[in-house]
């Protein structure tokens, strides 16, 4: 089974919608992020949190809105989706271990169109 | 401006081919990540390294610390190898920053 999973993996919905998506891990990791990617651009950061009680808006936060049920559970949502939220998202996991720097984990991501 | 910068953004090898993807970034690293992600979609860490190489089967990274700049080498290229390889990096506050990636296509 997948360390990181999201659902839905696919989802079309209308402008003016809310959204959520849903992701879970296994990895008994502290540390969660939620990314959208778009064609051309890297990847960018949505929200973040460390553990359940600290949550971060990232580079591009405006429009969502997150929530960290539980250490495995992340959920991000758009209140009112719109098309330019049309994107491929992403939702990752990192340890907090000592020494350089945290590896990611990522999961399958979710397709979301905005018609 | 892009804290990370990759080049080539698209690369047509032919199989058995040497490839090199270059990645420069421009604030203090922790660590320097390269991650494949698959036609599919799915990102996978390939490397995480803070100096020096790493070597995993055909994949070879390397960072230059003073020069800012971090290469992917691919030994003997297949088409399985096809996919866009992205460099990140992890600054000193453990934010991370990630470049547009590389689109590899290898062809037998």
């Known amino acids: 089974d997948a360390d990181v999973t999201q659902t839905p993996r696919n989802r079309i919905t209308k402008t003016g919608k809310r959204i959520m998506l849903e992701c879970s891990q296994t990895k008994g990791h502290d540390r969660m992020y939620w990314y959208r990617q778009d064609p051309g651009l890297g990847l960018r950061l949505i929200y973040y949190?460390?553990?359940?009680?600290?949550?971060n808006k990232g580079e591009i936060s405006d429009g969502y809105s997150v929530s960290r049920q539980a250490q495995a559970k992340f959920s991000l949502s758009l209140e009112s989706a719109i098309p330019n939220q049309t994107a491929l998202y992403f939702c990752?996991?990192?340890?907090?271990?000592?020494?350089?720097?945290?590896?990611?984990?990522f999961g399958p991501g979710t397709r979301l169109t905005v018609l | 401006k892009n804290e990370v910068e990759q080049s080539p953004q698209n690369l047509t090898a032919q199989e058995g081919e040497f490839i090199t993807i270059n990645c420069s970034y421009s604030?203090?690293?922790?660590?320097l990540h390269w991650l494949q992600q698959h036609p599919g979609g799915g990102i996978v860490s390939l490397f995480m390294l803070s100096s020096g190489k790493k070597k995993h089967g055909r994949l070879i990274a390397t960072i230059n610390i003073q020069e800012k700049h971090s290469s992917l080498h691919i030994t003997a290229s297949h088409p399985r190898d096809s996919a866009v390889y992205i460099c990140a990096v992890t600054n000193t506050g453990n934010q991370f920053y990630f470049g547009t990636g590389t689109s590899l296509t290898v062809i037998p």
């Open positions: 604030v203090g690293i922790s660590a």
């Open positions: 949190s460390f553990d359940v009680k600290d949550i």
């Open positions: 990752a996991t990192s340890d907090t271990g000592s020494g350089s720097g945290y590896e990611q984990f």
